[in-house]
């Protein structure tokens, strides 16, 4: 069964501190990893995508790492602003089944303190 | 804006009653998604449309739940009967064909709570 497990389920920092997300997978075949960010009442959106090449990737203070062999993937947000407290939601694509390719992780519940 | 509109963005409704959900996708996106969120947990999908075809639903979307888009573009997110387990964030997304590299551009939701 495909599974996304994220850790940890939630996580308080305090403003312009770094942290780590965890994301490991069990999809199967890959195609790509995503990292979403979800405002708190609002739509998740897409800050980054992972395909089975790429091991980093930056989208300003947000990096994301991916290891195809290990099936892990984390997203590193440097120097933490109050605007980063949200949920950040791993997704997996596959390439086979019909139009539900992606598992989504349950997330990881950022809140960002003065 | 030209993003994924929802409406109602909340909807309160009494137990064995009827509500019924709007996405408007982005306008050149073929293809749409309706997902189910509950607290603390990733969105779960529920079905998908490529243009007005419905192409795959999900166990979840059980007989009470039925989901149209009857001329590729707007969709409709109907439950009848209502049940409290129906409480929760109804999520409409949409992408292009090219779906592989494009992500999902999701609507903020319509938080359904049922009394």
């Known amino acids: 069964k495909n599974q996304v497990e994220q850790s940890p389920q939630s996580l308080i920092i305090l403003e312009g501190k770094n942290c780590t997300l965890q994301c490991n997978y069990t999809v199967s075949p890959f195609s790509n990893l995503r990292w979403y960010k979800q405002d708190t009442g609002r739509g998740p959106v897409s800050l980054t995508i992972m395909t089975f090449s790429e091991n980093t990737k930056s989208n300003g203070r947000y990096t994301a790492t991916l290891d195809a062999d290990t099936k892990q993937s984390s997203l590193h947000i440097t120097a933490s602003q109050l605007s980063d407290s949200a949920s950040y939601i791993c997704?997996?694509?596959?390439?086979?089944?019909?139009?539900?390719?992606?598992?989504f992780g349950t997330g990881t519940q950022l809140k960002v303190e003065l | 804006d030209t993003g994924v509109s929802q409406n109602p963005r909340h909807k309160i409704t009494k137990r064995g009653q009827n509500v019924t959900f709007r996405c408007d996708p982005i306008?050149?996106?073929?293809?749409l998604y309706w997902y189910r969120q509950t607290l603390g947990q990733g969105p779960e999908f529920l079905t998908y449309?490529?243009?007005?075809?419905?192409?795959?639903k999900s166990r979840l979307l059980s007989d009470r739940f039925s989901a149209e888009r009857p001329k590729g573009s707007f969709s409709t997110l109907e439950i009848q009967r209502t049940e409290q387990g129906d409480s929760a964030m109804y999520l409409c997304?949409?992408?292009?064909?090219?779906?592989?590299?494009?992500?999902?551009?999701f609507g903020n939701g319509t938080r359904l709570t049922v009394t």
């Open positions: 997704v997996v694509r596959t390439d086979t089944g019909g139009g539900n390719k992606l598992t």
């Open positions: 997304a949409s992408s292009p064909d090219r779906e592989m590299d494009s992500p999902l551009h």
């Open positions: 306008s050149e996106h073929n293809r």
């Open positions: 449309f490529q243009n007005e075809a419905q192409l795959e």
